[in-house]
């Protein structure tokens, strides 16, 4: 190759580098645009002998016009039950909280004003593993703060406390967007601006999770809105998906199960037979191809009622019966 065609060649491979860039911005760019609106910087605050003092720090997400919070539990937990929430134009409006769910790290908030702009929420699980997804939040008390990068991984658990009780988190999404203190609460977004999960904790340098914004979690945001709280079910198990093996795919036409990766001690999983590794592929007549069709059975109206499940354990099928409890916090 000739020194003019190197060249050549060397100016078109930076020319479509600086393309790329330039797109990458644009979509990072239009998505702050358009959802740091929405986001809030929360200060909490608890009363102390001298009158409010600050017990705390994180983001929140409007959901309403009409005043309505997104926010991790962990962030407004605890005897303070208000604050102050800050919007990127300048607003400060005081807020209470509405109703808390440990269990999913999400919290409903109230705050004291209309007008505000609310977030579009997305769908987790259409997510992929290398798709951009760009974190929005209030890191160390910087409003409106944005960081960029990728979806690293998909199908996490998070363990999640609620007095004595642990449940598992499950999908949680796992970037490499940066996080830090004061971005729980916060949003992560796609590159359509839409929030597919609320950022909940940092895993490691590198490494953040989100709670999914999924078919689940809608259901537990509606209900802390209209209840204040959530009751539901459980078995006592932690789980993730697993893909079937070929011969379990062409008896039940599926690609897809969830494995139990771990059983609680004295829970109903374990009373049932459960075991780790197995595969469940159907409970209570419904197919089960993620952990969200678990979840979605787990409801009060599930609470005390046999559900037939079946299973694949090594190479055996098998008929179970769990009796869900009332999941006490």
């Known amino acids: 190759m000739s020194t003019t065609a190197e060249q050549q060649h060397e100016n078109e491979a930076e020319r479509r580098e600086a393309e790329a860039l330039d797109a990458y911005s644009r979509v990072v760019v239009d998505v702050a645009e358009r959802v740091a609106p929405s986001v809030a910087n929360l200060r909490v605050m608890r009363r102390g002998r001298s009158g409010q003092v600050p017990a705390g720090a994180g983001s929140a997400v409007a959901l309403t016009p009409d005043g309505f919070l997104l926010t991790s539990a962990h962030v407004v937990a605890g005897p303070a039950r208000g604050g102050r929430a800050t919007f990127v134009d300048g607003r400060e409006l005081s807020w209470r909280v509405v109703g808390v769910d440990r269990l999913t790290d999400l919290a409903v908030l ?14 987790a699980e259409r997510l992929r593993v290398g798709q951009l997804v760009v974190a929005i939040g209030n890191p160390n008390g910087f409003a409106g703060s944005v960081t960029a990068g990728v979806v ?19 999908n949680v999404i796992q970037t490499d967007a940066a996080l830090n203190p ?22 490691g340098v590198g490494l953040g999770l989100a709670v999914p914004i ?25 789980a993730g998906p697993r893909p079937l093996p ?3 795919r062409a008896r039940v036409g599926r690609d897809a199960g969830v494995e139990v990766v771990d059983v609680s001690q004295g829970s109903p999983a374990q009373r049932a037979g459960l075991r780790g590794e197995d595969l469940i592929v159907e409970m209570g007549g419904q197919a089960i191809e993620r952990v969200d069709d678990v979840q979605r059975l787990m409801t009060q109206d599930a609470i005390g009622r046999p559900m037939a499940i079946r299973i694949l354990r090594g190479d055996r099928w098998l008929d179970l019966e769990v009796s869900p409890i009332e999941l006490m916090e």
Not at 110 to 123: C, F, K, M, Q, V
Not at 159 to 168: D, E, I, L, S, Y
Not at 214 to 238: H, P, Y
Request: hydrophobic residues 40%; glycine residues 14%.
């Open 110 to 123: 109230r705050a004291d004003g209309d007008g505000l702009i609310p977030a579009t929420l997305g769908e």
């Open 246 to 248: 070929p011969h379990a």
């Open 152 to 170: 690293s991984a998909l199908g996490r658990s998070l363990p999640a406390r609620a007095g004595r009780t642990v449940r598992h988190i499950d």
């Open 182 to 203: 004061g971005n729980s609460g916060g949003a992560l977004v796609d590159s359509s601006a839409r929030v597919i999960g609320i950022n909940t904790a940092v895993a």
């Open 214 to 238: 999924n078919t689940a979690t809608r259901q537990i945001v509606g209900t802390l809105m209209r209840d204040g709280r959530v009751r539901r079910a459980w078995i006592g198990v932690a």
